[in-house]
């Protein structure tokens, strides 16, 4: 079984900053892409950036030069730094980890979720 932890979320206001955070544990033997995805209220769950194994990331448009996303491979943890925040960027956020390889087969998993809430 895989876990995908975040952590990081929070209250704040418009243009500061915070840093999510997203760690796997349990029993696999790498990870592929890691991403985080958003989803608002009453709206769908987007991608906001991704990162593969070999650091290539590709960010949103709405969020480049705001957000930042990075991995440590031998810690299997991604985050995502996001500066100056905008009350648009209110969701809840989502960690993503594809193709997983386990002992079992190659599988995707998602985090529980993290609040993220910018307020003006």
């Known amino acids: 079984q895989v876990q995908l932890v975040e952590s990081g979320g929070g209250f704040v206001q418009t243009g500061e900053s915070l840093r999510l955070s997203c760690a796997a544990s349990?029993?696999?033997?790498?990870?592929?892409?890691m991403s985080w995805y958003r989803q608002a209220p009453g709206k769908e769950r987007d991608l906001v950036a991704q990162?593969?194994?070999?650091?290539?990331?590709n960010i949103r448009d709405s969020v480049k030069g705001r957000f930042t996303i990075s991995r440590d491979n031998a810690k299997n943890t991604v985050w995502l730094q996001m500066n100056n925040l905008e009350v648009e960027d209110t969701a809840v956020y989502y960690c993503?980890?594809?193709?997983?390889?386990?002992?079992?087969?190659?599988?995707?998993?998602w985090g529980q979720g993290t609040q993220v809430t910018v307020s003006s």
């Open positions: 993503h980890a594809a193709d997983v390889r386990t002992d079992d087969g190659r599988y995707n998993y």
């Open positions: 990162i593969n194994t070999f650091h290539n990331a």
């Open positions: 349990g029993s696999f033997v790498s990870i592929g892409t």
